[in-house]
């Protein structure tokens, strides 16, 4: 994995931990994150599909965070971010938000906390920091 960004030492290690835990080490090898921390962000973090390989499957992502959240609220957020990133690389979503494991959704008429998706990053990130840090 190639880690783009300005992020602590902790944090760095806990991206290479989140990307371990979700990731095949082949896999991890070809993913390329850009971490961007940006003020007045209405949301902790979003993941951006950037790049595809030869093969057209998204390998390269932007990760935009919330700047001054808390080391717990960035750990956490990064984690649940780094879901999305294995949803992206397995297949699991499409970028446009309308497949989730190859059953077509309109997630426009689902609340943004139900989507499936996000229920699974929301318990994921919880899991990940406890892992991480050893709880």
């Not at 717990?72 to 497949?99: F, N, P, R």
């Not at 499936?116 to 050893?134: D, H």
Request: proline content about 4%; charged content about 30%; aromatic content about 8%.
């Amino acid at each position: 994995m190639i880690l783009l960004g300005k992020l602590s030492k902790k944090q760095m290690a806990a991206m290479d931990y989140f990307a371990s835990a979700l990731l095949t080490p082949q896999l991890k090898s070809h993913v390329i994150i850009t971490v961007k921390l940006t003020k007045n962000l209405p949301v902790f973090g979003y993941t951006e599909v950037d790049g595809h390989n030869s093969k057209g499957h998204p390998r390269e992502f932007i990760l935009e965070i919330q700047n001054g959240l808390s080391e717990i609220d960035m750990l956490q957020t990064l984690a649940h971010e780094m879901v999305h990133v294995k949803q992206y690389c397995y297949g699991e979503i499409d970028e446009k938000g309308t497949k989730w494991l190859s059953r077509k959704m309109d997630h426009d008429s689902i609340p943004h906390h139900k989507r499936p998706w996000e229920k699974e990053a929301f318990r994921m990130e919880k899991k990940l920091y406890k892992e991480f840090i050893g709880e």
